[in-house]
């Protein structure tokens, strides 16, 4: 266990979910805050936070995926 203890922060990673159109929005910030390692978008959430639940193919929606 103490060695897994030493080893464990240089080994997990921090990961978000970026899930609002205000998120994506904000996304250089949000980057920013320290030890976030990755985010990801949540698609479905992300649409709905726009008005386009389950318009995956809307131009709105794949324009913020993009960002």
Known sequence: ???????ADD???CMITI????????????MATPGIDL???GPG???TSIN????MD???LLELIAR
């Open 39 to 41: 985010a990801v978008i």
């Open 11 to 13: 080994e997990m990673i």
């Open 45 to 47: 959430d992300l649409a």
């Open 58 to 60: 809307d131009p709105e």
């Open 19 to 30: 899930e609002h159109v205000e998120a994506v929005n904000r996304m250089d910030e949000i």
């Open 52 to 55: 386009k639940r389950g318009q």
């Open 1 to 7: 266990m103490q060695d897994y203890m030493a080893a």
